[in-house]
């Protein structure tokens, strides 16, 4: 097993990344084209179907990775084999679990995950972070599972890690340690600390090598330690290009050769051990049961096609009788009877093109898991092409029978057996080639927000070209190819001809003609939309397809090109060839012994230094003669307040770490210690949630999480909340904090008392939460950030006040040089996890709180940066602070930072007092904490203890049982009265301690001032949204722009022309406005933690939701009509097309406003975006396009009034029509506009009607997404 270590940003992950081959781009040198296929890479996250059970997932694992030769027993005879080398065999047939479903723990996933990965017993095996987030006594299970797979078939393991601990780091044979790109160390993991202090080093005894050898990589620590009678020349911070040249001229290093005999690739195996048939087969019935057990997205389709069915059914209530005519010779154009057939019919189109939207979030879920997969060899892109598109079709097939049996009968057209099935299949057919439109959509797109921007477009390109909006013999010369590519146009053309052909109510001939499909053949269209759904499905594959690797092979690069041309391949040069070809060798041939030979260890290159500690390797040293002196900051240690020391601090070094009095110096300036801090106080506090169907539960169906915990913190400490995973520590924070969730289901008592008062409003407001999490906007720079956490956080500031104290706190915590980087996230580069996480303590600090909350501060932190940022919160302590932290795995200066230890087993208190008490208060129950072993961890052993982890194993309850009776339970209940009468006699302090009748630190001005620029400078920092939108906004314009350019007048009027760009503008931004779904969403966590810290209320990010994007998408819709307008034929006068973009803006923020509030009422991104197609279809159907409105029953005549799509459609006709004599010609204007009118149920009406109705929509959306702001809560702590 080989460590590949270094601190953060130093290429590990690059590295194996390299050596897996999974790089796609950039330049390899060093001979590593060639890997081994006897391999896996666990990757850092777990990536699995949650409604399979572990058993489940191992059996469709073996069935698509190993031989097909294989019988069933050898299949479970290698399943079980791994659930037992995993520890899985307990939990076998338990659901694997997702973010939405209850599923096995953490741990465990990672060991499945390490399983899936094993399954054919590889040579080599590759991990990536496997126990980041895992506390240490789960993070040894599972390399203590990875070890025992190692040790069985002498396998090898190359492994990147961080702050494992010592029980972990010892499992390991070998260690390669990088920094900066460069490997510093390789060779055996026991001499890694010996070199290292021959070189000048020097590590405490307790320090765990792990993380000192990770503090040397990352110029954390000086070489010659910490003597300042050490000569400079050799105390100096080591730059990483010295370090490397010290290894390579050191007795350590031992290269590595390769036998020039030997043919790795020979001895590959088989990428795909099965065929494409055994892969199709075990794919398709592994998606056969995850949709059986995805009641979930099943129901909802079921629901969704139920309620439009009948919406349409009776909406359209026997208009397909057609008893009466369907043309009218007068105005020389369809009867309400022929034209409501034929919207029928489109709107069955419409809907089913719409239908499969939802599908989107779906695919790109399983888009990632096939991405893995197929990585990993167990299958190629053809049978997983073959199994997705079958796979779905019994629930389209089935949904769409409800739907069409429900609207069909509804309806009343023909129901001869003919057309009844030749609608079916027609509409099938539509709705098959827009599901693989979808999967087309999710292939091809980096992400659901882009494929949800790119729909609009292809939606209003299809539907346009149908035949119902633009007649095909109006179609314009240079889109005279459009129609031959839409399918809806095939589709719609083959609906109309056989509904009136088989029915031929009278001049149905005349409709035909119209529409210009009187010359067809009802069989041609099935001849078309069957190879048209084949082609599109043929398109998906090839979406689907690898890309090409960019990535180029070479066997050497010259300094030359280093310095010149290759400092973007810094971490895959040839640096790291040797390992790389030495792995290869071990993979496809066993030990390394085989084909490569190490020199021995008195062997040395003749072309390097000989002297590892004295010769200047770098031009950037200071050389020995130098008269420059270090800095104190690198020669002397500080001291905790203990006396203990502490790590090293470098403020100007390389890295920029900080030790507690670094940070101390750099808060001399801000007076903290003015105020008294907050003692907070609890006592047989219990807290149980009703769950009767957990076996825990007592049988009132009650699971107690805590039971008689009992603590303090008082001012100036830090508490540290301990216990291994599941003993309630997030739990009892988050109920110290007040953030925990409340209901009829969960029982809460006990005391609990700040500054000897129950909890208040004012008091909260003296507390910071700084979650595990770290949620920022990443378009903002940290300063920004910053300023806007101080606006919005401090009392009766001015401006300058709050840029004093951003730069105050920014020093104070080692962030003041990266104020103008940007923050970053998933798709913005930005600062680092280190600098991420002290910004979040930084933004919940900014208003002095006197009590801080954090969970989990140093998860997926090295152990340097962890230490950093908890130097920073022992600094705030020290300045009469009150500090609660939940932490797992601190390393022993970080341990030392605490001055309590609370430790929770199984939701009850196993220890409350001194951290340094700890180890010593459980040697009485005979445990024994060996001090002098290099590497011991107290923090470690106290977290083992009370899991059961540690010998003599006693149970937890055990443990806890012996601590309400031990004298330090007894002497915290002697106190607790002493202690309480203090805190409420504390002098010169209120006891709320704040200003009664506030509610927030701000005023509701200031908030949503602050809110809106917040806003505002996300959306213009984060370009390619915007670029985005104004360039589909464009796009859309000329595209409609160019179909219907010069609308003819009159003796040919293009009515139905006009009436369409009408409307498809309205759906256009509407639809558009889907996008702000997924934002919403993001935005979402940031809501829920600023208004949980009462930084604002509902009414203020409400109020801000709705105003800071009302202009830009005002400037989007004047950019659309400025450019439409002018190249259609609308009216030519100024004031028509003012109001035509005054209806398009309101209509616009009507769509943005909905899709805000159905956002804000819908639990999850998918539900949401589920529901928009399926509620507008509402709209649009009582828009007046589709159904002309006089053709409603009477009990049906006034829902149309709420449908802001047929205000917005009615008041751009009128606008367009009404008085228009180039459409309809003197002296009969009046005459013929009244009969169109009349038949679409407009006449009588001003244009400005419309102006308040779609103002009253707006008010509605926005009222209702107050209320779900207010009421609906899917925050769950």
């Known amino acids: 097993m080989i460590a590949l270590m270094g601190p953060s940003g130093a290429g590990k992950s690059t590295l194996l990344d390299v050596l897996a081959n999974r790089k796609s781009e950039g330049t390899i040198y060093g001979g590593v084209e060639n890997r081994a296929e006897s391999s896996c890479y666990v990757m850092q996250s777990d990536c699995h179907i949650g409604n399979l059970t572990v058993l489940e997932t191992l059996e469709f694992a073996s069935l698509l990775r190993n031989p097909k030769s294989w019988t069933k027993d050898q299949h479970d005879s290698r399943v079980n084999y791994l659930l037992t080398s995993m520890g899985l065999s307990h939990i076998s047939t338990s659901y694997v679990g997702s973010s939405f479903t209850r599923g096995i723990s953490g741990g465990q996933l990672k060991r499945l995950s390490i399983a899936v990965e094993c399954i054919t017993l590889p040579g080599l095996i590759f991990l990536d972070e496997p126990t980041s987030g895992l506390d240490s006594s789960i993070s040894i299970e599972v390399m203590s599972a990875v070890r025992k797979l190692c040790d069985d078939g002498g396998r090898a393991v190359i492994c990147t890690i961080h702050q494992p601990s010592i029980d972990c780091f010892e499992m390991f044979d070998d260690l390669l340690l990088l920094s900066e790109g460069r490997v510093i160390y390789e060779g055996p993991r026991n001499k890694a600390v010996q070199y290292f202090n021959e070189l000048g080093y020097q590590n405490d005894k307790d320090t765990n090598p792990a993380d000192f050898i990770c503090e040397v990589a990352g110029g954390m620590v000086c070489g010659g330690g910490m003597d300042p009678n050490v000569s400079y020349g050799e105390s100096h911070i080591k730059s990483p290009r010295e370090l490397e040249k010290l290894f390579k001229s050191s007795n350590y290093h031992t290269p590595v050769t390769i036998d020039p005999n030997s043919n790795p690739k020979s001895r590959n195996m088989p990428k795909n051990p099965n065929n494409t048939f055994t892969q199709f087969r075990t794919l398709l019935n592994r998606g056969m049961l995850t949709n059986k057990r995805n009641t979930a997205y099943r129901n909802s389709q079921i629901i969704k096609n139920i309620i439009v069915g009948i919406l349409a059914g009776v909406i359209f209530y026997q208009q397909g009788s057609m008893s009466t005519s369907v043309w009218n010779t007068t105005t020389d154009f369809p009867e309400s009877a022929g034209y409501n057939v034929v919207s029928i019919l489109y709107f069955a189109i419409l809907y089913s093109i719409t239908g499969n939207l939802q599908s989107i979030p779906m695919l790109f879920q399983q888009k990632l898991m096939f991405v893995r997969e197929r990585s990993a060899g167990a299958y190629t892109t053809l049978p997983y092409w073959m199994c997705n598109s079958l796979v779905n079709l019994p629930l389209i097939i089935g949904t769409h029978i409800l739907f069409t049996n429900l609207t069909y009968w509804l309806v009343g057209l023909p129901a001869d057996p003919v057309t009844v099935g030749y609608m079916f299949l027609n509409t099938l057919m539509v709705n098959l080639i827009s599901f693989y439109f979808s999967q087309l959509l999710a292939a091809s797109c980096s992400s659901s927000q882009v494929a949800l921007a790119v729909f609009p477009i292809l939606f209003m390109f299809l539907s346009n070209f149908a035949g119902f909006t633009i007649l095909l013999d109006n179609v314009q010369a240079q889109w005279c190819w459009a129609p031959y590519v839409s399918f809806p146009r095939w589709a719609y053309e083959g609906l109309v001809y056989v509904t009136f052909d088989q029915k031929k109510p009278e001049n149905y001939e005349n409709i035909l003609a119209y529409f210009g499909f009187d010359d067809w053949e009802a069989m041609y269209s099935i001849c078309i939309l069957v190879p048209y759904a084949v082609l599109v499905n043929f398109w998906v594959l090839y979406a689907l397809m690898p890309p090409t690797s960019k990535v180029r092979y070479f066997k050497s690069k010259s300094e030359d090109q280093i310095v010149n041309g290759g400092r973007n391949d810094q971490r895959s040069d040839s640096r790291s060839s040797s390992l790389a070809m030495n792995m290869e060798s071990f993979a496809n041939a066993g030990p390394p012994s085989s084909l490569a030979s190490r020199p021995t260890s008195n062997q040395r290159p003749t072309d390097l230094p000989t002297s590892p500690l004295l010769e200047r390797v770098e031009n950037d040293t200071i050389p020995e003669d130098s008269e420059v002196e270090p800095s104190q900051p690198l020669l002397n240690a500080p001291l905790s307040p203990s006396g203990s020391e502490l790590p090293v601090g470098n403020p100007e070094g390389r890295r920029g770490s900080w030790s507690v009095d670094d940070f101390k110096r750099n808060s001399e300036n801000i007076q903290l210690a003015t105020q008294r801090g907050l003692n907070v106080t609890f006592s047989s506090l219990n807290y149980s949630v009703h769950a009767p169907t957990n076996p825990k539960a007592d049988q009132n169906g009650m699971l107690?999480?805590?039971?008689?915990?009992?603590?303090?913190?008082?001012?100036?400490?830090?508490?540290?909340?301990?216990?291994?995973?599941?003993?309630?520590?997030?739990?009892?924070?988050?109920?110290?904090?007040?953030?925990?969730?409340?209901?009829?289901?969960?029982?809460?008592?006990?005391?609990?008392?700040?500054?000897?008062?129950?909890?208040?409003?004012?008091?909260?407001?003296?507390?910071?939460?700084?979650?595990?999490?770290?949620?920022?906007?990443?378009?903002?720079?940290?300063?920004?950030?910053?300023?806007?956490?101080?606006?919005?956080?401090?009392?009766?500031?001015?401006?300058?006040?709050?840029?004093?104290?951003?730069?105050?706190?920014?020093?104070?915590?080692?962030?003041?040089?990266?104020?103008?980087?940007?923050?970053?996230?998933?798709?913005?580069?930005?600062?680092?996890?280190?600098?991420?996480?002290?910004?979040?303590?930084?933004?919940?600090?900014?208003?002095?709180?006197?009590?801080?909350?954090?969970?989990?501060?140093?998860?997926?932190?090295?152990?340097?940066?962890?230490?950093?940022?908890?130097?920073?919160?022992?600094?705030?302590?020290?300045?009469?602070?009150?500090?609660?932290?939940?932490?797992?795995?601190?390393?022993?200066?970080?341990?030392?930072?605490?001055?309590?230890?609370?430790?929770?087993?199984?939701?009850?208190?196993?220890?409350?007092?001194?951290?340094?008490?700890?180890?010593?208060?459980?040697?009485?129950?005979?445990?024994?904490?060996?001090?002098?072993?290099?590497?011991?961890?107290?923090?470690?052993?106290?977290?083992?203890?009370?899991?059961?982890?540690?010998?003599?194993?006693?149970?937890?309850?055990?443990?806890?049982?012996?601590?309400?009776?031990?004298?330090?339970?007894?002497?915290?209940?002697?106190?607790?009265?002493?202690?309480?009468?203090?805190?409420?006699?504390?002098?010169?302090?209120?006891?709320?301690?704040?200003?009664?009748?506030?509610?927030?630190?701000?005023?509701?001005?200031?908030?949503?001032?602050?809110?809106?620029?917040?806003?505002?400078?996300?959306?213009?920092?984060?370009?390619?949204?915007?670029?985005?939108?104004?360039?589909?906004?464009?796009?859309?314009?000329?595209?409609?722009?160019?179909?219907?350019?010069?609308?003819?007048?009159?003796?040919?009027?293009?009515?139905?022309?006009?009436?369409?760009?009408?409307?498809?503008?309205?759906?256009?931004?509407?639809?558009?406005?889907?996008?702000?779904?997924?934002?919403?969403?993001?935005?979402?966590?940031?809501?829920?933690?600023?208004?949980?810290?009462?930084?604002?209320?509902?009414?203020?990010?409400?109020?801000?939701?709705?105003?800071?994007?009302?202009?830009?998408?005002?400037?989007?819709?004047?950019?659309?009509?400025?450019?439409?307008?002018?190249?259609?034929?609308?009216?030519?006068?100024?004031?028509?097309?003012?109001?035509?973009?005054?209806?398009?803006?309101?209509?616009?923020?009507?769509?943005?406003?909905?899709?805000?509030?159905?956002?804000?009422?819908?639990?999850?991104?998918?539900?949401?975006?589920?529901?928009?197609p399926a509620t507008l279809f509402f709209f649009i159907s009582f828009a007046g396009y589709i159904v002309q409105l006089p053709s409603l029953p009477d009990w049906l005549s006034q829902v149309p009034n709420v449908s802001f799509l047929r205000w917005g459609f009615q008041a751009l006709v009128i606008n367009e029509l009404e008085d228009n004599t180039f459409v309809f010609p003197a002296p009969t204007t009046e005459v013929l506009y009244k009969a169109f009118a009349e038949q679409y149920g407009i006449y009588g009406y001003s244009k400005w009607t419309s102006v308040p109705y779609l103002a009253i929509n707006m008010g509605v959306f926005r009222l209702f997404t107050f209320l779900g702001l207010r009421y609906v809560r899917y925050e769950k702590r």
């Open 704 to 1172: 107690h999480i805590l039971s008689s915990v009992e603590g303090r913190a008082a001012s100036g400490e830090m508490v540290a909340l301990m216990g291994a995973s599941g003993a309630g520590k997030s739990t009892l924070l988050d109920i110290l904090a007040g953030r925990k969730t409340l209901d009829k289901t969960t029982t809460l008592d006990g005391v609990l008392l700040f500054n000897g008062a129950p909890r208040s409003r004012p008091i909260m407001r003296r507390s910071a939460y700084v979650t595990q999490d770290n949620v920022h906007l990443a378009s903002l720079t940290v300063r920004q950030t910053l300023e806007f956490a101080a606006s919005l956080r401090m009392e009766s500031s001015n401006k300058e006040e709050r840029r004093e104290r951003v730069l105050t706190v920014a020093k104070m915590l080692g962030i003041d040089k990266i104020l103008d980087n940007r923050v970053g996230g998933e798709l913005i580069r930005g600062i680092s996890g280190g600098q991420l996480k002290r910004l979040s303590i930084a933004v919940e600090i900014i208003s002095l709180p006197e009590l801080i909350f954090l969970d989990e501060p140093t998860t997926g932190l090295d152990s340097a940066i962890a230490h950093e940022v908890m130097s920073a919160v022992r600094n705030l302590a020290n300045f009469n602070r009150t500090v609660i932290c939940t932490i797992h795995q601190p390393p022993p200066a970080t341990f030392r930072l605490f001055d309590k230890l609370l430790l929770l087993a199984n939701g009850r208190t196993c220890y409350y007092g001194d951290v340094d008490d700890a180890p010593l208060y459980f040697n009485k129950f005979g445990y024994v904490f060996d001090e002098d072993k290099v590497g011991s961890n107290p923090a470690e052993f106290v977290v083992a203890v009370a899991g059961g982890f540690e010998k003599p194993n006693l149970a937890p309850d055990r443990l806890c049982d012996d601590y309400m009776a031990s004298e330090s339970h007894m002497e915290f209940q002697e106190q607790l009265t002493e202690n309480l009468e203090s805190d409420r006699n504390r002098t010169g302090e209120n006891q709320n301690g704040a200003k009664k009748g506030t509610t927030y630190p701000s005023s509701l001005g200031m908030q949503c001032y602050t809110l809106a620029c917040r806003q505002i400078v996300k959306t213009a920092q984060d370009k390619r949204p915007l670029i985005a939108g104004i360039m589909r906004h464009i796009v859309v314009a000329l595209f409609y722009g160019s179909i219907y350019r010069d609308l003819k007048g009159s003796p040919n009027p293009q009515i139905l022309e006009r009436c369409s760009l009408c409307f498809f503008t309205l759906m256009f931004v509407t639809m558009g406005q889907q996008q702000n779904i997924p934002i919403i969403f993001d935005e979402r966590l940031l809501f829920y933690r600023e208004r949980g810290a009462k930084v604002y209320g509902n009414f203020s990010y409400w109020l801000t939701g709705g105003v800071s994007v009302t202009p830009l998408t005002l400037v989007w819709v004047a950019i659309f009509c400025a450019i439409l307008y002018p190249l259609s034929g609308f009216r030519k006068d100024w004031e028509s097309a003012i109001f035509f973009y005054i209806i398009a803006a309101l209509t616009s923020l009507c769509g943005l406003f909905y899709c805000q509030m159905l956002a804000v009422l819908s639990p999850t991104q998918q539900s949401a975006i589920t529901l928009f």
